[in-house]
T-cell receptor
Framework: DAMVIQNPRYQVTQFGKPVTLSCSQTLNHNVMYWYQQKSSQAPKLLFHYYDKDFNNEADTPDNFQSRRPNTSFCFLDIRSPGLGDAAMYLC?????????????FGQGTRLTVV | GNSVTQMEGPVTLSEEAFLTINCTYTATGYPSLFWYVQYPGEGLQLLLKATKADDKGSNKGFEATYRKETTSFHLEKGSVQVSDSAVYFCALSDLGNDMRFGAGTRLTVKP
């Protein structure tokens, strides 16, 4: 059974129209991550939550926001998508503790901006 | 800050050839090291990991040894198969709860 679920798998949005991507997990993990992955590139960390504490990467544009209403769900909001925001968005979770924890990834949402 | 450097691809091999994908890292502390694999259109799957110096991670015939003296975590497999064709990412994670990835290496194995 899938443990990190992302919906939808494919999302098409219009230029400038707000869009929300969702992620849910059944692992009860404290940490949830959002990554942006463009074609043939490494996943780039946008931000992560440690429980309710939000940790934004310094170079994440303000256009990207996130919400985590409870342990199981985390949302990525793109307020005004541009053509450059077309990418695969990956959600991941991990448990807390010392180093050695691994991340569990969802299958990703591929965002197309038209 | 922490970072991971991977050998650039793509890598094309014949079936049963030996594989090495180089990975080196920079970290202020003592990170854990990982190799993830990504098949087309999918998310990342953990392939193997090592949590301290001299640990060897292994899975599905792949191996990597955590070398603190050379800050490396090279991925190896003695005999690759067509089904190993994928993109491989080296990654590190420290106490700060973030996970950093290398650029990825695309492997194509031909029959």
């Amino acid at each position: 059974d899938a443990m990190v679920i992302q919906n939808p798998r494919y999302q098409v949005t219009q230029f400038g129209k707000p869009v929300t991507l969702s992620c849910s997990q059944t692992l009860n993990h404290n940490v949830m991550y959002w990554y942006q992955q463009k074609s043939s590139q490494a996943p780039k960390l946008l931000f992560h939550y440690y429980d309710k504490d939000f940790n934004n990467e310094a170079d994440t544009p303000d256009n990207f926001q996130s919400r985590r209403p409870n342990t199981s769900f985390c949302f990525l909001d793109i307020r005004s998508p541009g053509l450059g925001d077309a990418a695969m968005y990956l959600c991941a979770t991990s448990s807390t503790g010392t180093g050695g924890k691994r991340a569990f990834f969802g299958q990703g949402t591929r965002l197309t901006v038209v | 800050g922490n970072s991971v450097t991977q050998m650039e691809g793509p890598v094309t091999l014949s079936e049963e050839a030996f594989l090495t994908i180089n990975c080196t890292y920079t970290a202020t502390g003592y990170p854990s090291l990982f190799w993830y694999v990504q098949y087309p259109g999918e998310g990342l799957q953990l392939l193997l990991k090592a949590t301290k110096a001299d640990d060897k991670g292994s899975n599905k015939g792949f191996e990597a040894t955590y070398r603190k003296e050379t800050t490396s975590f090279h991925l190896e497999k003695g005999s690759v198969q067509v089904s190993d064709s994928a993109v491989y990412f080296c990654a590190l994670s420290d106490l700060g709860n973030d996970m950093r990835f290398g650029a990825g290496t695309r492997l194509t194995v031909k029959p």
